[in-house]
């Protein structure tokens, strides 16, 4: 089951990172966790796409796909 709702924590993390990487609009998030290939990827309306990053500890690795 896919869970939408705010990220916490590492909301504005991952949200900072990836305005910096797409011009994303940082209020423009949902948080996608299905334990698949979606979980810590958050979904934009405005570029209409998933924004993530990869597991791990670099939060440079955000990533648009």
Do not use: C, Y
């Amino acid at each position: 089951m896919t869970t939408i709702g705010r990220r916490g924590g590492k909301e504005s993390r991952v949200k900072t990172t990836a305005r910096a990487t797409a011009g994303v609009d940082a209020d423009d998030f949902v948080d996608i966790t299905d334990g698949g290939d979606l979980q810590n990827w958050v979904f934009s309306a405005s570029v209409g796409t998933f924004v993530g990053h990869e597991v791990g500890p670099r939060w440079a690795d955000t990533r648009i796909g």
